[in-house]
């Protein structure tokens, strides 16, 4: 049960977290490890991408939830996209999806994006 | 149909791959549906995670009973190990400040929601808990 991690950058100092496989007990530190090297506060936007994760435990959870707190603080964006039913269902369970961006699939993701961008622009 | 299997891992989180993947094979046999078996996989992880921070002082090595029981659309899963008097669904809270593992019991809620039923008994200094999961 391991955890593959892609990072790739995204637009507007955004970084994407693609998560594959299990986060669990094992392999929630590696997903640590990573966003502490990688999400500065410099980045304006993370999103993390769970299409191919097919597990979540409450270790992965916390790790998550540290990250959105970074984000926060920074007043950064935090978003979650592709969550499997499975996955989706964990954060339910915690009421964990209130004051979480969560987003169905990529379009819907990129719709929210675009909405963002334009009220920053018709705010200048 | 009534089948009990067992298997033993030690109290290492490594291990709990080794679980998984017991589960997984076991289920597999008796056509048990994606949601069940997703539900149990974290209920069991969770469960084991708690009993090895907590059951354990002093990075003692022990192994642990596992065993899985399947009875007319019902599943039990027994957890026995010889650590400390230790109950999965309440006794995490004791440890609260000294680590953050606890952390209001978001493991405990899980293992909860998860399953149908939840038992723990201390029998001949050994932790006996039982999970019950039923499905359609």
């Known amino acids: 049960m391991s955890l593959k991690i892609a990072i790739t950058s995204e637009a507007n100092n955004g970084k994407r977290i693609s998560i594959a496989g299990s986060l669990d007990s094992n392999t929630a530190p590696d997903l640590q490890k990573s966003i502490d090297s990688e999400i500065n506060d410099s980045i304006s936007t993370t999103i993390i991408d769970f299409k191919d994760l097919d597990f979540l435990s409450s270790a992965g959870l916390r790790v998550i939830f540290k990250a959105k707190k970074r984000m926060d603080n920074n007043d950064g964006k935090f978003l979650l996209v592709n969550l499997q039913p499975q996955i989706k269902k964990v954060f339910e369970i915690i009421k964990a999806l209130d004051g979480m961006n969560v987003f169905k699939n990529q379009d819907e993701m990129d719709e929210y994006l675009t909405d963002m961008q334009n009220k920053v622009k018709d705010g200048e | ?136």
Request: glycine share 4%.
């Open chain 2, 1 to 136: 149909m009534n089948q009990a299997n067992k298997i033993l891992i030690r109290n290492t989180t490594e291990d709990g791959a080794k679980l998984s993947a017991f589960l997984q094979s076991q289920l597999s046999a008796i056509k048990v549906p994606d949601e069940t078996y997703n539900d149990l996989r974290l209920a069991i992880e969770e469960t084991f995670i708690n009993i090895i921070s907590y059951a354990y002082t002093n990075n003692e090595e022990d192994t642990i009973f596992f065993e899985l029981t399947t009875n007319n659309n019902q599943i039990r899963i027994t957890f026995t190990d010889a650590g400390i008097a230790f109950n999965p669904l309440t006794d995490c809270d004791k440890n609260i400040d000294e680590d953050d593992k606890c952390e209001g019991g978001m493991g405990i809620h899980l293992i909860k929601s998860l399953t149908d039923a939840q038992e723990y008994k201390r029998i001949e200094q050994r932790n006996v808990f039982t999970l019950t999961k039923n499905y359609t």
